[in-house]
């Protein structure tokens, strides 16, 4: 499990530097351990913000869960690092887990995706405080 969080794992990211595009193969989530990134969807030529996440925050696991393609685009809004999660280390701390544990967070997961989706076909998602990965 300690390799899972060797310093090879860490990022550097510039400001406005681009991480993750939506619909691209999941190869990774990322936890922040500095900075703060921007996501957001593409509508046409403008860009919807959906979050700004700051330290401490996780994006793209969802995707790397499931195996799915990421959900949104995600940018550096200040110089950031980010620890990598690959799906291995993902399973290898899933396999630790509870079935019943793993079974509620595989649900809730789906449930998460689903409620997504329809907030971003919402009108009302402006004002709502999500993030949607």
């Known amino acids: 499990m300690k390799d899972n ?6 990022k550097s990211f510039k400001t406005g530097d681009h991480i993750l595009d939506k619909g691209a193969p999941a190869t990774e989530a990322y936890m922040i351990l500095s900075g703060k990134v921007r996501v957001y969807i593409k509508e046409g030529s403008r860009k919807v913000e959906l979050a700004i996440l700051e330290h401490g925050a996780i994006f793209g696991e969802t995707s ?5 393609s990421y959900g949104a685009c ?6 950031c690092k980010l620890l990598a999660i690959t799906p291995k280390a993902m399973n290898d701390m899933l396999d630790n887990t509870d079935p ?3 079974g509620l ?10 409620t997504n989706a329809a907030l971003v076909k919402s009108e009302t998602r402006e004002y709502m ?4 990965i």
């Open 5 to 10: 969080y060797s310093i090879e794992n860490i």
């Open 64 to 68: 790397i869960f499931d195996g799915e």
């Open 74 to 79: 995600v940018e550096a809004v200040e110089d």
């Open 100 to 102: 019943f544990i793993r």
């Open 105 to 114: 967070l595989e649900m809730l997961i789906e449930r998460l995706k689903d």
């Open 129 to 132: 405080d999500i993030a949607l």
